[in-house]
Nanobody, 121 residues
């Protein structure tokens, strides 16, 4: 059974920091690309940051470059999103996504349940 469990969200003041974690089980984690997405009411989920499988090359949305860092610990089956210099516009539900390689199917996406991040004074 595949599980992606996010944690670390909460309420933070502008300029503050949060660290999100995504603990994965039931998937070949090292072989899976991971991503963090943000969704606000009325909008589609948008990619915030992604990291490739194994060694993990990161990529970022322009709006978070220089402030957010995505990383992965393959020994712990966990992906992270370090968020610094947070702004009110970073507010939203953050979802973890795994793109899992499946023989004969290509890549299959799995999502976590989401964690709320609110940036407000």
């Amino acid at each position: 059974q595949v599980q992606l469990v996010e944690s670390g969200g909460g309420l933070v003041q502008p300029g503050g920091s949060l660290r999100l974690s995504c603990a994965a089980s039931g998937i070949p984690f090292s072989e899976s690309a991971m991503g963090w997405y943000r969704q606000v009411p009325g909008n589609q989920r948008e990619l915030v940051a992604g990291i490739t499988s194994y060694a993990g090359n990161p990529n970022y949305a322009d709006s978070v470059k220089g402030r957010f860092t995505i990383s992965r610990d393959n020994a712990k089956n966990t992906a992270y999103l370090e968020m610094n210099s947070l702004k009110p516009e970073d507010t939203g539900v953050y979802y973890c996504k795994a793109n899992v390689p499946v023989p004969l199917q290509g890549f299959v996406p799995y999502w976590g349940q989401g964690t709320q991040v609110t940036v407000s004074a």
